[in-house]
């Protein structure tokens, strides 16, 4: 059975998810983390608000998974202008990049994380502590889409460009010495794809990101979500709204 077992508060994932957004932006490859994680990304700069996320969790009576759906996938849309050859080339390049061996951002232990499988639509990693490659028996598998029909499920794929163009960066600080940065697509964007896959998981991300956007006082551009779902997925978005924002459905209809 598939185990969930990362959020962006523990340090080996954290320290990943980092790891791969530099190397993306070294490279200058646009790029979305997507999914779970971007979900995440959003939730926590929502939580934790002026403080870091280690002060955070030791200083407030939280409980983190009432809050972080955990997973072990990292999705990402990467922006490759070539042919499918070229962009299989440069994801291949850029794969063993993502390996490493460095100290913890709280300075607690080593982590390291080696390739474990190769392959340019789902390669896997293995995380370990303090160099002993068996402490850690749980593996990351990192799903790249590259601009390729059918990326956008129950989408069209003409919207993976616009959520690309209109990526944006999140920085979440972790502790004193370190920074977590995620290039995501918008919220309202991250909203839209989530309410048209609208799986079990889909709509637990939903639900959670919608209270902590109410809790924040943020006010969602509806007119965005609806550019995306409208007409073709009316059906999954009047739940959203009836469920999240009964008032919006009233001025739909």
């Known amino acids: 059975m598939k185990r969930s077992l990362y959020n962006l508060t523990d ?13 993306l932006r070294d490279e200058k490859i646009e790029h979305n983390i997507v999914g779970g994680v971007a979900v995440q990304a959003y939730m926590l700069k929502f939580l934790i608000r ?3 996320i280690v002060s955070f969790l030791d200083n407030q009576n939280v409980r983190i998974q009432d809050y972080l759906r955990n997973t072990d996938d990292v999705d990402i849309s990467l922006n490759l202008q070539a042919d499918d050859n070229e962009k299989r080339r440069k994801i291949e390049e850029i794969l063993p990049q993502l390996e490493f061996e460095d100290i913890s951002p709280t300075e607690s232990y080593i ?21 002993n490659k068996e402490s ?56 839209a794809s989530k309410i048209s896959l609208s799986r079990a ?27 995306v779902l409208l007409p073709y997925n009316e059906d999954d ?11 919006e459905l009233k001025r739909l209809a």
């Open 111 to 131: 982590v390291g994380v080696k390739m474990e499988r190769r392959g340019v639509s789902r390669p896997t990693f293995r995380f370990y502590v303090n160099g």
């Open 237 to 247: 978005y009047c739940r959203f709204l009836q469920e999240e924002y009964p008032h």
């Open 50 to 52: 002026d403080r870091d």
């Open 11 to 23: 340090e080996p994932f954290a320290m990943f998810v980092n790891r791969v957004g530099k190397c």
């Open 136 to 191: 850690y028996e749980e593996i990351v598998s990192m799903n790249i889409s590259r601009n390729q029909r059918g990326d956008l499920h129950k989408l069209d794929d003409s919207w993976n460009k616009e959520f690309l163009n209109q990526s944006t960066k999140i920085t979440i600080p972790y502790c004193r010495n370190f920074e977590l940065e995620v290039n995501v697509p918008t919220l309202e964007h991250l909203l």
């Open 201 to 227: 998981k889909d709509r637990m991300d939903i639900k959670n990101l919608s209270q902590a956007v109410k809790n924040s006082g943020i006010e969602l551009d509806f007119g965005r979500i609806e550019d």
